[in-house]
């Protein structure tokens, strides 16, 4: 057993990361399926957008042709709205939601649909948006992801003058840097960013970071307002013996290393333990299968009626070859050499519901042995406390307390995203970022 690269061959890194979403092959296809569409009155798939997209007029906009205007109705909602069209867990949002579901008929690629639009209008450069005349006021956005991007398109939209502040050299935050490289590529998402900023009016100042070359103070001395949208940190610490040998892996640092390096430098056991089942576990799973270790174990403390992936995610790591161990939670991590060999994990039952709501894991007093040389840490992502305290920033355990209005306890400072939420959906972030720049251009009248 070993933590090694290039284990496979070029066309094998090419197959396994290429789009698992792949686009309609012909125009033809892509009508067919937007004629099936109902275009319900008080459609069910825009009330479970959380960006509320007019779905029914933008599949209505691709029948007759109109890509432009197709892609206009997206990005008026949502300016990421390209990038969700491959990263949504739309199997709980639009397409689940599609009267076609709840008669268990295949509902309308919506998704697929989206993309068509959005992808044409991203490549092409439409301009399909103008600002408004300048209002002589200028708003920083910190942090370059989903939330901070559609904060800065809807204010300058508006007429503001917005400068980002972003500590890496890329924009898209985790859309760049933590979602899996088979649904979005870095390429597109740089495409992305170039398109939301073509509009004018948003400069963003890479490689400055929060805490380090810049400051809040100085931000609100030179800013009529300031918006946080920072995200959360790395994977949230284990607390078990062991956590310190080889082979432990934070699961964001290893997807971030994929994003970020050409496949063949990354490192991958041969057996590969990964803890916890939300989005970043599955994530890391399948991609380090699809790096090529030969058997990856997923240890989850509940049952699946629990886990917050959704089934697609689950069936997408099984397909995989990922196995699932139920019911288990790591008790520590056992090393030879510095080098991990061993993860003990006890076996759980369930309890009494937590304050989430869902039943919580018990230890039974037994335990279970699995051989493995790498674990991955994925059980949620620490907020940044330090920096948020420090800033005397009022927050639930790093995350940063927002008021009805986004505004934070600082006056002029105004919040969003995970960095508020803790960590949902890009979708999400997009939304907190409008409701956020709606907040401003109200605080700046
Ligand atoms: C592994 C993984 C997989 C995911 N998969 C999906 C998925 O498939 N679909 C989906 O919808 N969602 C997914 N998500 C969730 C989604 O990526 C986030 O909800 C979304 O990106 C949040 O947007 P945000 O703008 O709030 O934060 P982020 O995307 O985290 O952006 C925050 C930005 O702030 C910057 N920043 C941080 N600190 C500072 C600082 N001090 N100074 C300056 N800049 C700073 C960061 O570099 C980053 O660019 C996934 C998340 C992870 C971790």
């Given at each position: 057993?070993?933590?090694?690269?290039?284990?496979?061959?070029?066309?094998?890194?090419e197959?396994?990361?290429?789009?698992i979403?792949?686009p309609?092959e012909t125009?033809?296809?892509?009508?067919?399926e937007?004629?099936?569409?109902?275009?319900?009155?008080?459609?069910?798939c825009?009330?479970?957008c959380p960006?509320s997209?007019?779905?029914?007029?933008?599949?209505?906009?691709?029948?007759?042709?109109?890509?432009k205007?197709s892609?206009?109705?997206?990005?008026?909602?949502?300016?990421?709205?390209?990038?969700?069209?491959?990263?949504c867990?739309?199997e709980?949002?639009?397409?689940?939601?599609?009267?076609?579901?709840?008669?268990?008929?295949?509902?309308?690629?919506?998704?697929?649909?989206?993309?068509?639009?959005?992808?044409?209008?991203?490549?092409?450069?439409?301009?399909?948006?103008?600002?408004?005349?300048?209002q002589?006021?200028?708003?920083a956005?910190?942090?370059?992801?989903?939330?901070?991007?559609?904060c800065?398109?809807?204010?300058?939209?508006?007429?503001?003058?917005?400068t980002?502040?972003?500590?890496?050299?890329?924009g898209?935050?985790?859309?760049?840097?933590?979602?899996?490289?088979?649904?979005?590529?870095?390429?597109?998402c740089?495409?992305?960013?170039?398109?939301?900023?073509?509009l004018?009016g948003i400069?963003i100042?890479?490689?400055?970071?929060?805490?380090?070359?810049?400051?809040?103070s100085?931000?609100?001395?030179?800013?009529d307002?300031?918006?946080?949208?920072?995200g959360?940190?790395l994977?949230?610490?284990?607390?078990?013996?062991?956590?310190n040998?080889r082979?432990?892996e934070?699961?964001?640092?290893?997807?971030?290393d994929?994003r970020t390096?050409g496949?063949p430098?990354?490192?991958v056991?041969?057996r590969?333990?990964?803890?916890?089942?939300?989005?970043?576990?599955?994530?890391?799973?399948t991609?380090?299968?699809?790096?090529?270790?030969?058997e990856?174990?997923?240890?989850?403390r509940?049952?699946q009626d629990?886990?917050?992936?959704?089934?697609v995610?689950?069936?997408?790591?099984?397909?995989?070859?990922?196995?699932?161990?139920?019911?288990?939670?790591p008790?520590e991590?056992?090393?030879?050499?510095?080098?991990?060999?061993?993860?003990i994990?006890?076996?759980?039952r369930?309890?009494?519901?937590?304050?989430?709501?869902?039943?919580?894991?018990?230890?039974?007093?037994?335990?279970?042995?699995?051989?493995?040389?790498?674990?991955?840490?994925?059980?949620?992502q620490?907020p940044f406390?330090?920096?948020?305290?420090?800033?005397?920033?009022?927050?639930?355990?790093?995350?940063?307390?927002?008021?009805g209005?986004c505004?934070t306890?600082?006056?002029?400072?105004f919040?969003g995203?995970?960095?508020?939420?803790?960590?949902?959906?890009?979708?999400?972030?997009?939304?907190?970022?409008?409701?956020g720049?709606?907040?401003?251009?109200a605080?700046?009248?």
């Amino acid at each position: 057993m070993a933590i090694v690269n290039n284990r496979l061959t070029a066309e094998q890194y090419e197959a396994n990361f290429s789009d698992i979403h792949p686009p309609f092959e012909t125009r033809n296809a892509a009508l067919v399926e937007a004629n099936r569409c109902l275009f319900c009155y008080d459609a069910p798939c825009v009330k479970s957008c959380p960006t509320s997209i007019d779905i029914p007029k933008f599949i209505r906009q691709i029948t007759t042709d109109n890509l432009k205007g197709s892609a206009h109705t997206i990005f008026s909602a949502n300016i990421m709205g390209g990038g969700c069209s491959k990263v949504c867990p739309v199997e709980k949002l639009c397409e689940g939601s599609c009267v076609y579901t709840l008669m268990d008929e295949p509902p309308i690629p919506i998704a697929k649909l989206q993309r068509l639009s959005t992808e044409k209008a991203i490549a092409e450069k439409w301009p399909l948006f103008q600002r408004k005349p300048s209002q002589n006021k200028n708003v920083a956005v910190v942090g370059a992801g989903p939330a901070g991007l559609s904060c800065a398109h809807t204010l300058s939209r508006e007429g503001i003058d917005v400068t980002v502040f972003e500590k890496e050299s890329k924009g898209g935050g985790l859309m760049t840097y933590g979602i899996a490289a088979y649904k979005v590529t870095p390429q597109f998402c740089e495409d992305e960013v170039n398109f939301i900023t073509s509009l004018g009016g948003i400069v963003i100042q890479y490689n400055q970071e929060l805490g380090k070359t810049v400051s809040l103070s100085d931000l609100q001395q030179n800013y009529d307002a300031v918006y946080l949208s920072v995200g959360v940190g790395l994977a949230r610490q284990l607390d078990i013996p062991g956590e310190n040998l080889r082979g432990v892996e934070d699961a964001i640092r290893f997807i971030y290393d994929i994003r970020t390096s050409g496949f063949p430098s990354i490192p991958v056991g041969d057996r590969v333990a990964v803890i916890g089942l939300g989005m970043t576990a599955i994530d890391a799973a399948t991609q380090a299968k699809r790096l090529g270790a030969s058997e990856v174990t997923i240890i989850y403390r509940r049952t699946q009626d629990e886990m917050p992936c959704t089934e697609v995610e689950l069936d997408l790591a099984k397909l995989d070859g990922c196995r699932i161990v139920w019911l288990a939670a790591p008790q520590e991590i056992v090393g030879q050499n510095g080098q991990v060999t061993q993860l003990i994990c006890n076996r759980m039952r369930l309890g009494e519901p937590d304050a989430s709501g869902r039943r919580s894991p018990v230890e039974t007093g037994e335990t279970i042995t699995l051989d493995v040389d790498m674990v991955i840490k994925a059980a949620g992502q620490m907020p940044f406390e330090e920096l948020v305290s420090i800033n005397q920033l009022e927050n639930r355990k790093g995350k940063i307390t927002i008021d009805g209005a986004c505004s934070t306890n600082l006056n002029g400072v105004f919040a969003g995203g995970d960095c508020v939420n803790g960590g949902k959906e890009v979708v999400d972030a997009v939304q907190a970022g409008k409701d956020g720049a709606k907040a401003i251009l109200a605080f700046l009248k």
